[in-house]
């Protein structure tokens, strides 16, 4: 008998999504193609690095609230740009001013800015705080198992370990490791970080991971809003797979049609 696999609802705080696309709001020529983009790959969350974007705390300036409405997509403010723990907690909480008591957050603490590579003991320690404040955290993390476990004790709703480094576009760099987080995760995993093009992103889906959350792939393509569609498609076509289960690998070939009653 075959090993079925049931699709189930893509779920965060409490909050079920049609889309399993997760999408960053940086390094776009301006206001314009990012809405272009986002509207393209059909993302409900938009990830939005708040050191960095106005939200209404520079008034007088654009504000990407107006071109992405919150009663339209999930803001998901990030820490992008914070290299230690206490940072990292003063800019979620700056969020949750801005934004109304929004408690969803991704929490990202860089070890350096040549890799931003997460510093896994800083973004342990933020997380502990973060939780403990009502935060809903995701969880930008490297891709050691046992990271992600302790980040999920701890009581983060989503791991996000890296594929490659951030902008890379390396694709997966350690299928092993993130397919140990997938078989002992018991919250969501979502790929984060080092997607460059549609098949890296079908390539996470198949293995199991609930989301991908990208940026660079999509912004800094050649056509950034036909490259979003085309990874809308891959997230769609990675979770159909994973879910209809692919063929056993074989050395040799096999006839796709069976060699009894051939005519002779």
């Known amino acids: ?64 609230l107006d071109v ?26 700056l969020a949750r001013e801005l934004l109304d008591g929004h408690n969803l957050v991704k929490l990202e603490v860089l070890a350096d800015q040549k890799t931003l590579f997460p510093n896994v003991i800083e973004t342990i320690k933020a997380a502990e705080v973060l939780v ?16 992600a476990r302790q980040l999920a004790e701890i009581g983060c709703i989503a791991v996000m370990p ?15 490791n993130l397919r140990i987080i997938l078989e002992e995760s018991k919250v969501p995993v979502l790929v984060d970080a080092g997607v460059g093009t549609a098949s890296d992103a079908t390539i996470a889906m198949e293995m199991g991971c609930e989301a991908v959350l990208m940026n660079s792939a999509i912004a800094h393509a050649e056509q950034p809003v036909m490259m979003a569609e085309a990874m809308k498609h891959a997230i769609v076509a990675g979770r159909l797979a994973y879910l209809a289960g692919r063929m056993p690998k074989k050395l040799y070939a096999s006839a796709s049609s069976p060699l009894d009653g051939l005519i002779k």
């Not at 999504?17 to 969350?45: C, H, N, P, W």
């Open 1 to 64: 008998m075959s090993n079925v696999r049931s699709d189930k609802p893509f779920t965060l705080a409490g909050r079920t999504f049609q889309s399993r696309l997760l999408v960053g709001t940086g390094k776009y020529r301006d206001m314009e193609e990012t809405r272009l983009a986002i509207e393209a790959s059909g993302a409900e969350i938009v990830t939005v690095a708040v050191r960095r974007t106005n939200l209404g705390q520079n008034p007088g300036e654009p504000n990407l």
């Open 162 to 176: 890296l594929a490659g480094l951030i902008g890379t576009g390396l694709g997966i760099c350690n299928p092993y």
């Open 68 to 93: 992405l409405p919150p009663d339209r997509y999930t803001i998901l403010p990030n820490t992008a740009g914070c290299y230690d723990a206490v940072e990292a907690v003063r800019t979620c909480r």
């Open 132 to 147: 403990k404040d009502g935060f809903d955290v995701m969880v930008y993390t490297s891709d050691d198992p046992i990271i």
